[in-house]
């Protein structure tokens, strides 16, 4: 089909030239590419993180791994704004994960498939004013993600633990759809690696230092409104140094026949001239087992100079007694040097112990130990563009 057949009102010649430019735009330089079409502008940006890991015991065996995508995930993306005048814009954001393998990454979702495409992390569309809020619709994070991590910053592993740093544990019977096997990867949803598919999402301006919002997941499924279905809220609240936030997901899996799993949590943070502080509580509930975990992580970090810090964290896990009333304690620290403002190497260390009879999994080892404890030492580099 002839281009001009299909662009609504736009001139072939316009068309290439817009396409032209956004090949240069996101081709050219190093760091963050904006490119300007008039009032509009298109941005590539992009994460990166490679190093060696060496894991104490995952499933009953030591092993030394090059990880990538640890202290943050491998994304490449693109944003893009456009004037429409009176305050509004329109908005858009794909977002694709990979690894240094050259591969993809799938992404689960609520329970409508797994992303394996290329735009699974995020691809949404919408308007946004300053006055009224923004309105995006499609594939995005939901609110244990924008609210406690993006807009509290409440979850130490954002500063320091990254993908180890998140919630799992023995508790693979809080029946997570999709887990990996003996596992509860991510159950609180704190990572990003399950945004909700076919989402419409409404998130507030910022009003004094306060913000909210809420977003409703449609299941597609004939028949069904509501199986497959997620619906999130989110609420926060910014004032000098401080930051507290509350946020609320339910899922509602067909493989759970139309049962739900269920995330609350609570976060809050300080952030000072040198020393950062957070605090993060969650609850994860299956409403199909009766399977509930909780998690309370404190965390801190401290930046001795503008190049150099240190992060610590701790984390309590504790389950209902149908996951045995298991329990997991986990520790991670992480020393962190910049070479420029966009580059950084650094040294991790995490160690999970959990109770007699139980077997500590590390979030992203994907092998739990044989025994109650496990340990990760880790050297890497991340850089962003």
């Known amino acids: 089909m002839h281009i001009g057949d299909f662009v609504n009102g736009m001139e072939e010649t316009t068309v290439k030239r817009w396409v032209i430019t956004s090949i240069a735009c996101a081709t050219a330089g190093l760091g963050p590419v904006s490119c300007a079409y008039g009032q509009s502008s298109v941005t590539l940006w992009g994460l990166l993180d490679a190093g060696v890991s060496y894991i104490s015991n995952t499933s009953g065996h030591p092993a030394w791994r090059l990880d990538d995508g640890i202290a943050l995930p491998n994304l490449l993306g693109f944003r893009g704004t456009e004037d429409l005048g009176g305050g509004t814009r329109a908005v858009f954001q794909l977002v694709t994960q990979f690894t240094l393998q050259g591969n993809l990454v799938a992404q689960k979702s609520n329970g409508s498939g797994t992303g394996t495409g290329l735009f699974a992390r995020n691809a949404w569309v919408g308007l946004d004013n300053a006055r009224f809020g923004k309105l995006t619709l499609g594939r995005q994070y939901d609110f244990m993600v924008d609210t406690l991590f993006a807009d509290v910053g409440a979850d130490m592993a954002m500063y320091g633990g990254g993908f180890y740093g998140f919630r799992d544990g023995p508790f693979a019977k809080l029946g997570i759809p999709d887990s990996p096997p003996n596992e509860a990867f991510d159950f609180d949803r704190m990572n990003g690696d399950t945004p909700l598919g076919n989402a419409v999402k409404y998130t507030s301006p910022l009003l004094g230092g306060f913000r909210f919002g809420g977003m ?3 299941g597609g499924v004939a028949g069904d409104f509501r199986q497959n279905s ?7 609240y910014s004032a000098g140094a401080f930051a507290f936030g509350a946020a609320y997901t339910d899922v509602r899996y067909a493989s759970l026949l139309g049962d739900s799993i269920r995330n609350y949590g609570l976060g809050a943070k300080y952030r000072g001239d040198k020393l950062l502080l957070t605090a993060l509580f969650t609850d ?19 930046q001795f100079t503008p190049v150099f ?7 309590y ?11 997991a304690h986990q520790w991670g620290a992480v020393a962190k040097y910049h070479l420029s403002k966009r580059t950084a190497v650094y040294l991790q260390s995490m160690y999970q112990l959990t109770n ?12 739990p130990s044989s025994n109650r404890s496990q340990f990760i030492g880790r050297i890497g580099m991340q850089t962003m563009f």
């Open 216 to 218: 409703y997941a449609f």
């Open 230 to 236: 997620a619906e999130s809220f989110g609420a926060s």
């Open 284 to 302: 994860t509930r299956n409403t199909h087992n009766g399977a509930v975990v909780n998690a309370a992580e404190v965390g801190a970090l401290y």
């Open 309 to 315: 810090s240190t992060s610590l964290a701790y984390t």
């Open 317 to 327: 896990m504790w389950g209902n007694e149908v996951v045995d009333r298991n329990h």
């Open 356 to 367: 007699g009879g139980a077997n500590a999994s590390i979030n992203g080892t994907f092998g």
